[in-house]
T-cell receptor, first 117, second 110 residues
Framework: NAGVTQTPKFQVLKTGQSMTLQCAQD?????MSWYRQDPGMGLRLIHY???????DQGEVPNGYNVSRSTTEDFPLRLLSAAPSQTSVYFC????????????????FGEGSWLTVV | DAKTTQPPSMDCAEGRAANLPCNHS???????VYWYRQIHSQGPQYIIH???NNETNEMASLIITEDRKSSTLILPHATLRDTAVYYC???????????FGAGTRLTVKP
């Protein structure tokens, strides 16, 4: 059971370039989300999805696009990267409605380190 | 979701209990208290959650006050590997907009 898988783990971009961070989960979770974490700070929610075809904005959505064409995948797109988007990005998933003893707990990927120069 | 307040940092001696407080004075009746931790450079890890009763699992215990305005996460026998940032989050049962604050940086010392 792979859980939540993020790729790539490390990426360096030039300002203005575009890229997609991939996220996949094999737990049949309906809910998926993306967070960013800047040095010394907590996680901030970028976008989330409660099911295929449904997405919504979190705290810091500007500069990012998402789509949810399948239950398993939730890619995060940076259309024109900026140095302010240098951060560690975490993808997460959760069952919705809650299933099992852990209810609405959220499972995180290992993170993607992005540097924009 | 209700806002939470945690101390920015705490120390604990190895082998002793670590008690991490969290204030959530504006919590509403259908909101749960969740605890996660993040060990350096890793994704956050679920620890425990509860509504109003005290909870215990293999990792920790969660003590929620009777008025539900605060809670305490207890690591009964802290080890060096428990050094991490601990996040207290209040979240509605069906609300998927889970937001993390700055958390408490726990340092377990030998």
């Amino acid at each position: 059971n792979a859980g939540v898988t993020q790729t790539p783990k490390f990426q360096v971009l030039k300002t203005g370039q575009s890229m997609t961070l991939q996220c996949a989960q094999d737990m049949n979770h309906e809910y998926m989300s993306w967070y960013r974490q800047d040095p010394g700070m907590g996680l901030r929610l970028i976008h989330y999805s409660v099911g295929a075809g449904i997405t919504d904005q979190g705290e810091v959505p500007n500069g990012y696009n998402v789509s949810r064409s399948t239950t398993e995948d939730f890619p995060l797109r940076l259309l024109s990267a900026a140095p302010s988007q240098t951060s560690v990005y975490f993808c997460a998933s959760s069952p919705t409605p809650p299933r099992g003893a852990r209810g609405n707990t959220i499972y995180f990927g290992e993170g993607s380190w992005l540097t924009v120069v | 979701d209700a806002k939470t307040t945690q101390p920015p940092s705490m120390d604990c001696a190895e082998g002793r209990a670590a008690n991490l407080p969290c204030n959530h004075s504006t919590i509403s009746g259908n909101e749960y208290v969740y605890w996660y931790r993040q060990i350096h450079s890793q994704g956050p890890q679920y620890i425990i959650h509860g509504l109003k009763n005290n909870e215990t699992n293999e990792m920790a215990s969660l003590i929620i006050t009777e008025d539900r305005k605060s809670s305490t996460l207890i690591l009964p026998h802290a080890t060096l590997r428990d050094t991490a940032v601990y996040y207290c989050i209040v979240r509605g049962y069906n609300n998927n907009d889970m937001r993390f604050g700055a958390g408490t940086r726990l340092t377990v010392k030998p």
